[in-house]
């Protein structure tokens, strides 16, 4: 069974096709500058990459390119696109009403559209990469698969803001959450190589790359999270702020800017670039601070800080843990950051073992040692293989 998975964002199309009998990747690639005249399309099967530049003006037309890719006579893998079984897409924002992943049909594509106001920047695109796919491929089973699903178990107090209970009723102000494909996947993965059954771990899991959040995991189900209604609240990010006082808010519009450009720098212009004004990237952060930069080395403590203010908070609600668990690019791979946190950690128990730590690098094991009180995992997410075996499921 061959599942093909997209992720649409605004300019740009990942994707990878998958055969399910042993969820190997056949091809990948991504598609950048959608929109345009020249559009660049970098294609990987067979362990060989490929870049072109070809004329995608919407969604639709990048999905056809692909498509011709991997039925292409000399780079594709398939001799037709009707090998396809399935299509799996992910959405950023399913609201209170998708909490799981769902085969899509006119009364899914209304409701990905009423949600476009709780994320205005991701569902248009996401909706534009279906319509796209679904023009091209009529036949087969189209899948959706939501970020915000997997922390629809949260309870009304981790996702309630006490704010005046109108803005809830009325206006669906509330924690919805995101990067839960990947919370999902890494909390799968930790109870199989911890071995204890899915619904019996508790775990704190960190997805750590240009955006983090963290969730709480208790018996399997994610019971908190630090993103809120919008990916900005919580832990510091690439470009995002995370948790702020809301005054500042008010504050800087009486110095003089207006609500979107304060919305703008929250999002665009804080974070790790904003404390350092070098650049959002932990690696140039990094080296940037061993080189004596006292703005970089800021950036990285306070961004470490806020993560393991976090980890104690959930330690807290959760009736015990059995792991705290690291992903995404910096959690991958950016050994430091990782030292930095775990040494934070030893009073929950935690005992950091640098030769782990440098040994676990885009691999999957503890960089604590054997029998500590708390143990810290490093699992590498695989968010697309999720959205396949879903898609799987549900295609049939
Ligand atoms: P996205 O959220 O865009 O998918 P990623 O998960 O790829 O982002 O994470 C991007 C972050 O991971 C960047 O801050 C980058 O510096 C960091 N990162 C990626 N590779 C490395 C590496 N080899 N060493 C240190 N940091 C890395």
Redesign the pocket.
């Known amino acids: 069974m061959r599942v093909f998975v997209l992720n649409c964002g605004s300019s740009s199309i990942k994707y990878q096709l998958f055969d399910m009998t042993d969820e190997s990747v056949l091809a990948k690639g991504l598609l950048e500058r959608v929109g345009t005249d020249d559009a660049v399309l970098e294609h990987n099967a067979r362990d060989d990459t490929c870049q072109l530049e070809v004329a995608a003006h919407n969604h639709a037309a990048g999905v056809s390119i692909i498509l011709k890719m991997l039925t292409d006579k000399r780079r594709g893998v398939l001799s037709s696109v009707d090998e396809i079984h399935g299509v799996g897409h992910r959405v950023v924002h399913g609201g209170e009403s998708l909490t799981e992943s769902v085969r899509v049909d006119h009364r899914i594509l209304d409701a990905i559209r009423e949600n476009i106001p709780l994320a205005p920047l991701h569902n248009p695109a996401n909706l534009a990469g279906i319509e796209g796919a679904m023009a091209a491929m009529p036949k087969v089973p189209h899948v959706a698969v939501f970020d915000t699903a997997f922390l629809a178990t949260m309870p009304p107090e981790a996702y309630r803001y006490a704010v005046p209970n109108e803005w809830y009723t009325k206006h669906k102000v509330r924690r919805y959450g995101f990067h839960g494909t990947s919370h999902r996947y890494v909390t799968q993965r930790a109870a199989e190589l911890l071995a204890i059954p899915v619904d019996k771990i508790n775990l704190i899991t960190c997805h750590?790359?240009?955006?983090c959040s963290m969730t709480a995991i208790a018996a399997g189900r994610a019971v908190d999270h630090s993103m809120g209604m919008t990916p900005l609240e919580g832990l510091v990010m690439?470009t995002r702020s995370g948790d702020v006082d809301p005054a500042i808010i008010p504050y800087m519009v009486a110095k003089g800017m207006n609500v979107q450009e304060v919305d703008k720098a929250l999002n665009k212009q804080s974070g790790?670039l904003g404390l350092s004004e070098i650049g959002?990237?932990?690696?140039?952060l990094?080296a940037a601070a061993n080189a004596g930069n006292d703005k970089a080395q800021l950036a990285v403590d306070v961004f470490c800080r806020r993560i393991v203010k976090y980890i104690g908070a959930y330690y807290a609600i959760l009736p015990s843990v059995d792991a705290v668990v690291m992903t995404?690019?910096?959690g991958?791979?950016?050994l430091p950051v990782r030292a930095a946190i775990c040494r934070q950690l030893t009073r929950l128990g935690a005992e950091f073992d640098e030769q782990r730590n440098l040994a676990t690098?885009r691999r999957e094991g503890p960089i604590t040692v054997d029998g500590c009180h708390l143990p810290v995992w490093i699992i590498p997410t695989n968010e697309e293989v999720v959205i396949a075996r879903d898609t799987a499921e549900i295609a049939g």
């Open positions: 750590l790359g240009n955006g690439g790790l959002n990237d932990m690696r140039d990094l995404g690019g910096i991958e791979n950016s690098v």
